[in-house]
């Protein structure tokens, strides 16, 4: 019913043959794997892995490898800033999710993959939701519009993107609320836009994490599992409009405040049939490469209570 996967951000010194062994060995079904451009000179944690190389994109390796290790690709994954106020960044950025969708369709048609890319929307952090939809709706339109003539989803993520002070005080990412969801799809009614959902993000936002899968059932492209922990103790002495690290942690599946039981609940009720991956950002479980591969296979057993492996 579900295919369980992980992304492949965290193992940025892996080429793609040795993640997907990784997962062949570890029972995983599926990868989301990181598309960023190569060579590329993004810092930011998890950011600028690049198993697939679109640029230069080897249809016949992918093909390969994926029979070779019985691995499927969940999808293909790029999360820079659309709309980074930038002009030309954000012009590059958009450009280069587009390369994305047309690599994702030809792998579609010449490897066992998902037709789906996740992203951000993007946000330019000083300006207002309303200000920043327009943006969208003069951005985003293109997009969309290559991703449905390719047959291609594009699964939005729900971050925010508000970690440290450089992101203060809107966050580099629109999507973050079922509201301004609601006006994304108004504006843009295309079914080739969806969500590519991560529970973890409504919690320290004081949402309901299960909620949305029930609204937003014919939008669901991709799932993200990842947990957070919040302490009260912490938020009752900064408050919610404190950078939210203040507060919360990002922890594995099982450890920190989602509801996996009623998640797992909700996706069987609305007949979810596509992949869930793993996505690993604990830092308690970065201090060695032993660590890493702990952590994914930590989440992977908690999981398997729900999944069939």
Known sequence: MLNLGFVSAILADYDLNGV?????????????LM???????????????THVDVDNLPIEQIRTLTRLHHVSISGLG?????????????????EHIKKIIRAAAKLDR??????????FIGRNPSLSITDNLKLYAE????????AEECNVKIGIENCP????????????????????????????PSRALGLNYDPSHMIWQMMDEIRPIYDYRDRLHHIHLKDVKLYPDKLNRVGIMANPLEYHSPKLPGLGDVRWRNFF??????RYRGPVCIEVEDKAYESSPEDVKTAILTARNYLSQFLVL
């Not at 997907?20 to 599926?30: E, P």
């Open 139 to 146: 951005h985003w339109p293109a997009i969309v519009k290559v």
């Open 265 to 270: 609940a909700a996706l069987t009720d609305v």
């Open 35 to 49: 598309c960023w451009p190569s060579g590329g000179s993004d810092t930011r944690r998890y950011a600028g892995v």
């Open 110 to 119: 010449s490897a066992d993959a998902v037709p789906v890319v996740n992203t």
């Open 20 to 32: 997907l062994q990784f997962a062949s060995d570890h029972k995983f079904k599926c990868v989301e």
């Open 78 to 94: 790029y999360y820079p800033n659309p709309l980074d106020p930038n002009p030309e960044q954000a012009e590059f950025y958009r």
């Open 161 to 188: 993107m508000w970690f440290t002070d450089d992101e203060w005080p809107g966050g580099k990412n629109l999507a973050t609320t079922p509201a301004i969801w609601d006006r994304m799809f108004e504006i843009i």
